[in-house]
């Protein structure tokens, strides 16, 4: 194989938790980065994924969800939309 060198500047952090990140499933930055370019170059697409903040608002949105559906006040999975609308006219 015909290797060469790419040299990329990234905050100390985001080495750091990628590094740990990789080292949990047995693998190195090298091989993760590696992958990376292979998966880019196989698919022909880029998937970039840059998490949402979570505000005090969303926290406390997610609370009253966790306690509806602890209280059983949320309403049942649907399998289709019909049985879902059936639900909402009750």
Do not use: C
């Amino acid at each position: 194989m015909n290797t060469t060198v790419i040299s990329v500047r990234v905050d100390r952090d985001v080495k750091e938790s990628a590094q740990s990140v990789a080292k949990s499933v047995g693998l190195n930055l090298n091989t993760l980065v590696n992958s990376y370019l292979r998966h880019i170059s196989a698919t022909r697409r880029i998937e970039l994924f840059a998490p949402e903040p979570t505000t005090p608002k969303l926290e406390q949105l997610i609370a009253e969800v966790e306690a509806e559906l602890a209280a059983g006040k949320a309403s049942k999975p649907f399998d289709n939309v019909a049985d879902f609308i059936v639900d909402l006219e009750k």
